[in-house]
């Protein structure tokens, strides 16, 4: 069915195209990318935000704290029923603050972020976002340094993102 097939492509253009407008750093282009009403967003570790203007003050907030921040996106999902689309992928994220003083790049933080992006098509046939939910994902650090788990020490789990 072509026409399924191509749905699927416009929508992981679309979670593409977000994706990269927040890697730019441009406001306007991610804000395009958005329903004009009625959306919503969770980053991690926030409370969840509801209404176009404060989502998109959300990302500003975001990108005036973000000197440098990059996606790469794993585990991508798309399902398309009419015209609701949900994508899950994980987020691996590379991201540092501010500059140094001496005007090197500041640190470097690497992170994971599972999300779900719900699309809804417009009435003119463009894919936007309604929603989009990250949370971060949590590993056993015993375990990615090669440690046996036996039970010992406090446990090596930490969040990341």
Not at 11 to 18: D, H, I, P
Not at 32 to 59: A, F, K
Not at 64 to 73: G, K, P, R
């Amino acid at each position: 069915m072509s026409g399924a097939r191509t749905d699927i492509e416009a929508v992981e253009a679309a979670n593409t195209a977000l994706y990269d407008a927040l890697e730019q750093g441009d406001l306007d282009a991610m804000a395009e990318h958005w329903l004009d009403t009625d959306v919503s967003v969770v980053h991690p570790g926030w409370p969840v935000i509801n209404g176009r203007g404060e989502v998109i003050r959300s990302y500003a907030l975001i990108m005036a704290n973000t000197e440098y921040i990059q996606f790469f996106l794993t585990d991508v999902e798309v399902s398309v029923l009419g015209d609701t689309a949900l994508v899950t992928c994980t987020e691996n994220i590379l991201s540092g603050g501010p500059a140094e003083e001496d005007g090197t790049a500041g640190p470097l933080v690497g992170g994971l972020v599972v999300a779900t992006n719900v699309f809804r098509r417009t009435e003119g046939g463009v894919w936007k976002v309604w929603s989009h939910h990250g949370s971060p994902v949590l590993i056993d650090r015993e375990e990615e340094e090669g440690e046996e788990a036996d039970g010992e020490g406090d446990g090596g789990v930490t969040e990341i993102g």
